[in-house]
């Protein structure tokens, strides 16, 4: 028997279960009408598009709630005009959900960013990655006068990030949407494990606020 229980062994799920029942038993104690507000149509003002990291989830960092942040996350934060997933989010994001605020957030510590460096091959991940060895050939000189490797490491993350936040600038989702006026800004953004805090490493607002 195949599956993810199989006759006459304990789910090893079990326990998520139960952790769901009772967290969803402490929301209605906490908030009655917690769920009847949850299933109403999601009109979030920012799309998030991060790292699959387990360590970064973007509502917990930024101590929103369910249903404030449209989100897409993949290795290393990357957006490849040819991924027809991120550029589907983006596109619903845009024009349905009318986000005013798109954030690309990486973090330092990134192993996608690590891993794009190593000379040792990793499989497929090597050709999804390959936009982050562009950046560094890119920046070479900088990258290069910088001897702490973790500093190195950190400083090609905001790299690249600056990198993905101009790649949806250039897609035509967004291009369309701020030719016709639509209110909405790039940000972007580098997040610390150490302490749970955000970089702003990019953000037009705030260049329009100047």
Same mark, same amino acid.
């Given at each position: ?6 006759? =006459? ?19 209605? /104690?906490?908030?009655?009408?917690? %769920? ?24 917990? !960092?930024?101590?929103?709630?369910? =249903?404030?942040? %449209? ?14 997933? #991120? ?11 009318? @986000?005013?605020? !798109? ?6 510590? #990134? ?24 950046? &560094? ?8 006068? !910088? +001897? ?9 993350? /905001?790299?690249? @990030?600056?990198?993905? #936040? ?10 369309? &949407?701020?030719?016709?006026?639509? $209110? ?9 494990? +150490? $302490?749970?805090?955000?970089? #702003?490493? &990019?953000?037009?607002?705030?260049? $329009?606020?100047?």
């Amino acid at each position: 028997m195949t599956g993810i229980q199989r006759e =006459g062994k304990t789910n090893v799920l079990e326990d998520l279960l139960k952790q769901n029942k009772d967290w969803a038993h402490r929301q209605i /104690e906490r908030d009655p009408h917690y %769920f009847e507000r949850l299933v109403e149509q999601q009109a979030p003002d920012y799309l998030w598009i991060g790292c699959a990291d387990s360590r970064v989830p973007a509502n917990v !960092i930024t101590d929103l709630p369910p =249903g404030e942040v %449209f989100v897409h996350r993949n290795i290393a934060n990357l957006v490849h005009h040819s991924d027809i997933n #991120c550029q589907s989010v983006l596109q619903f994001a845009v024009d349905v959900l009318k @986000v005013r605020h !798109i954030i690309v957030c990486g973090h330092y510590g #990134c192993g996608g960013i690590r891993a794009a460096m190593e000379r040792s091959p990793h499989g497929l991940v090597d050709h999804w990655l390959q936009p982050i060895r562009d950046i &560094a050939s890119r920046h070479r000189d900088e990258l290069e006068a !910088i +001897t702490d490797d973790d500093k190195r490491f950190d400083r090609l993350c /905001e790299l690249s @990030v600056e990198s993905q #936040c101009a790649r949806v600038l250039q897609s035509p989702i967004v291009r369309d &949407a701020l030719e016709r006026g639509q $209110d909405l800004h790039v940000h972007g953004w580098a997040y610390r494990l +150490t $302490d749970g805090h955000i970089n #702003c490493i &990019a953000d037009d607002k705030k260049r $329009d606020d100047k």
